[in-house]
């Protein structure tokens, strides 16, 4: 049963409480841990927080039962959020898990989330870019839809690199993700509930703590849908039907509208264009053929 977690600045907390720290899918994974004998606090998502939101974290860290985090590099964003950082404030009868950070194109191989260094600015209607419409800004034309082989060629790829990722991670992802449903990514890193679940299932055995999940009884990470292109359903033989437009915040967007808003952002952000391109070569040469 769901219950309201303890707050972040609470000066009364829960015994045995514990924290997840890492990006927006940490909360996800706080939310499917949290239970009555198994508290959490909430915490701020990394890339939000600031030099109090830390040192409150490293007040908590001593008191807390265990903690779970994705992995994060040390002196983030020139702050003390680094996972080895934050282990070394637990106390000696705490329990720590790491769960990566979940990207995968099996759903959406037209889809990329990333950030240029230099550039905190994001596109705007939705924060993903899509390879065709960049590709288009550097100059690189593209096919509009791909064949069901590329499209499990980028899926393996992006496997591949979750994989590689996964070797220094107490707990892996990477085997759960089928595409046999929409449900299981709503956009390239905003993982379903049939992930959340039996994910949450393995950090806590690695924790050593009684229980199952905990069933959230709505769908996670849902405010942003990506499309679910008609070549993509074909390419894995899905039940679900095509979904041709953005869904945000329940309102439906015309993918046009999103391509057309960030082909104008593109053109007022070259340098973005000229390093993500170069970050995506990969997966562009993909779609060029």
Do not use: K
Not at 64 to 91: E, I, K, W
Not at 142 to 160: G, N, Q, W
Request: hydrophobic letters at 45%; aromatic letters at 6%.
């Amino acid at each position: 049963m769901l219950h309201a977690p303890a707050p972040f600045r609470g000066a009364d907390l829960p015994e045995g409480f514990g924290l997840v720290v890492g990006n927006c899918q940490a909360e996800s994974m706080r939310i499917v841990l949290d239970a009555a004998d198994r508290p959490t606090v909430r915490v701020p998502p990394v890339h939000e927080m600031d030099a109090a939101d830390v040192a409150r974290l490293h007040e908590l860290l001593p008191r807390a039962a265990f903690l779970v985090a994705q992995p994060v590099r040390d002196d983030y964003h020139g702050l003390r959020l680094g996972t080895r950082q934050l282990a070394a404030s637990l106390g000696p009868s705490a329990r720590l898990v790491t769960f990566p950070v979940v990207r995968y194109a099996g759903l959406h191989p037209f889809q990329a989330a990333l950030h240029v260094d230099g550039i905190d600015e994001v596109p705007p209607i939705v924060a993903y870019h899509d390879i065709r419409t960049l590709a288009t800004a550097a100059g690189l034309p593209t096919a509009p839809r791909l064949d069901p082989r590329t499209v499990r060629h980028i899926e393996s790829d992006s496997l591949a690199e979750l994989r590689r990722r996964e070797e220094s991670i107490d707990v892996a992802v990477s085997d759960l993700l089928r595409p046999a449903s929409a449900e299981l990514m709503r956009t390239v890193n905003h993982p379903g509930n049939s992930v959340w679940l039996p994910l949450a299932e393995r950090v806590l055995a690695a924790l050593g703590l009684p229980g199952g999940p905990t069933d959230p009884g709505r769908p996670l990470l849902n405010a942003v849908r990506a499309p679910l292109e008609e070549w993509v359903v074909d390419a894995w033989g899905l039940s679900d039907p095509p979904q041709g437009s953005w869904i945000v915040n329940r309102e439906h967007v015309d993918p046009a509208v999103v391509a057309e808003a960030h082909a104008d952002w593109y053109r007022a952000h070259p340098d973005f264009v000229a390093a993500a391109t170069v970050r995506l070569r990969d997966v562009i040469g993909r779609w060029r053929g």
